[in-house]
């Protein structure tokens, strides 16, 4: 599959790491559909660099947490394109909508998480899936350590929810393999320019600080672009060969071992003797 020319869906398209992807996409020269739920102004933020980047495309409101809204969404998309190529699934709600711990989490916060992430991705791969041309992309953006383990306690609802995801992902791979349709999973590390900003100041700095002090071996936290990079290579012609996977975009981070201090980690005799 040649990128130029090609047409691309991304949910949460608007902002933080959907709209990395789609700038990103539109550096390529495919047209993209931005997906946004409620910041119109930031969704033709977006369009307006898509266009400046010589592309094109156009913003459609929908909540993914309503099957018949996706299902419009997807109708606008075939009007507007009349076949799609790639499908991002990118959109998470505002954290306040599922962020408690396990032992208090409320169903409805259970449901917005399923409904917004594994429920979304179910009914929008099928919907797609009758757009999609030979040779397609859909691609789920994860954060896979939250469905591994146990620890974050008021992230249990999107843990569960983003687990689900990736293993939808699989099912998906093998139901559209025929039709050289590729499905994976893209799970980032920390990324600036995010959901982060929304958090308080002294969280952000010390997630910062975790992060560049070495609980991510590159040293920095990830960026919309990064994620965006990892999305036009899964979309490449060479990665057709690529699918059912979970695929960790973040610097290293998920090679760190939480069971050890970082100082016993990092110790590194071997180099050492070897630079002497
Ligand atoms: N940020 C990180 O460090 C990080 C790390 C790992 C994984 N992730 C994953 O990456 C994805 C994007 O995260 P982010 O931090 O970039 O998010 P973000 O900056 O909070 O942006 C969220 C996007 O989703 C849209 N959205 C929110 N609720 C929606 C709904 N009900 N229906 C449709 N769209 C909706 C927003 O649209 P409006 O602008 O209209 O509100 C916005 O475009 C998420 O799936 C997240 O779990 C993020």
């Avoid at 394109?81 to 499908?87: P, Q, S």
């Avoid at 008021?154 to 983003?162: D, N, R």
């Avoid at 090679?255 to 970082?262: E, F, I, R, S, T």
Wanted: hydrophobic fraction near 40%.
């Amino acid at each position: 599959m040649t990128i130029r020319g090609k047409y691309a869906l991304i949910t949460g398209g608007s902002r933080g790491i959907g709209r990395g992807i789609a700038l990103k996409l539109a550096e390529s020269g495919l047209n993209v559909a931005i997906n946004y739920y409620r910041n119109e102004a930031a969704a033709k933020d977006t369009l307006a660099k898509v266009r400046a980047l010589g592309s094109n495309g156009f913003i459609v409101q929908a909540d993914v947490c309503h099957p018949e809204e996706i299902s419009r969404m997807f109708r606008q998309v075939k009007d507007e394109f009349g076949a799609l190529d790639i499908f991002v699934s990118n959109a998470r709600t505002e954290a306040p909508t599922f962020y408690q711990p396990t032992m208090e989490i409320t169903l409805d916060k259970w449901d917005t998480a399923v409904d917004s992430q594994a429920k979304a991705f179910l009914v929008g791969v099928r919907e797609a899936s009758g757009i999609m041309r030979e040779g397609g992309r859909v691609i789920a953006i994860t954060y896979a350590p939250g469905g591994r383990f146990g620890s974050w306690q008021p992230w249990v609802a999107m843990g569960a929810a983003k687990s689900a995801l990736e293993v939808l992902c699989r099912y998906f791979a093998v139901a559209l393999a025929s039709r050289g349709i590729t499905v994976n999973a893209l799970s980032p590390g920390w990324i600036e320019d995010s959901v982060l900003n929304s958090l308080p100041e002294p969280v952000q700095k010390t997630i910062h600080e975790w992060h560049e002090g070495g609980w991510t071996p590159m040293g920095r936290l990830g960026t919309p672009a990064d994620i965006g990079n990892a999305v036009t290579l899964l979309c490449s012609e060479e990665a057709g060969w690529i699918t059912g996977q979970t695929i960790a975009v973040d610097g290293g981070a998920s090679l760190m071992d939480g069971a050890l201090p970082l100082e016993i980690q990092q110790s590194t005799p071997q180099r050492a003797k070897t630079a002497a």
